[in-house]
């Protein structure tokens, strides 16, 4: 597998992760600086956000990919990924969102991590 396909791989992972509020596997695939801008602006670390997935804040529950675009430099990359989005957020009901997001990585110890992503509608 290449280093681009790797990244993509690592965006599907991420997505499973979260529809199964795997908070430990969100964390192997986060690096610890790892930052969220949500659509509204309001910005998160890692922990912060990974609690709101477990307290129920952020709920998931399918996601279908329509295009990964990945950009390696060296050991670091840019991806952004759309994906059509079943959630309920902040109380809301269920809704669909075309949701895409603009991730940066860099490579620790020979393995890709995140380090912060955008969160946008297409």
Known sequence: MDERE??????????????GKDA???RRL????YV???????RQSKETFLRGLLDGTFNY???EH???EATVHGDTAELIGKSRVLA????????SWRLR???TLRKENGAWRFTSSKASVY
Do not use: P
């Open 30 to 33: 986060m690096a610890d600086d």
């Open 36 to 42: 969220l801008m949500h659509m509204t602006g309001v």
């Open 24 to 26: 430990d596997g969100l």
């Open 61 to 63: 529950y399918a996601a």
């Open 88 to 95: 309920a957020v902040y109380g809301g009901r269920r809704n």
């Open 101 to 103: 997001g603009d991730f």
């Open 6 to 19: 790797a990244v993509r791989e690592l965006y599907r992972t991420y997505w499973k992760y979260m529809i």
């Open 66 to 68: 329509d295009s990964i």
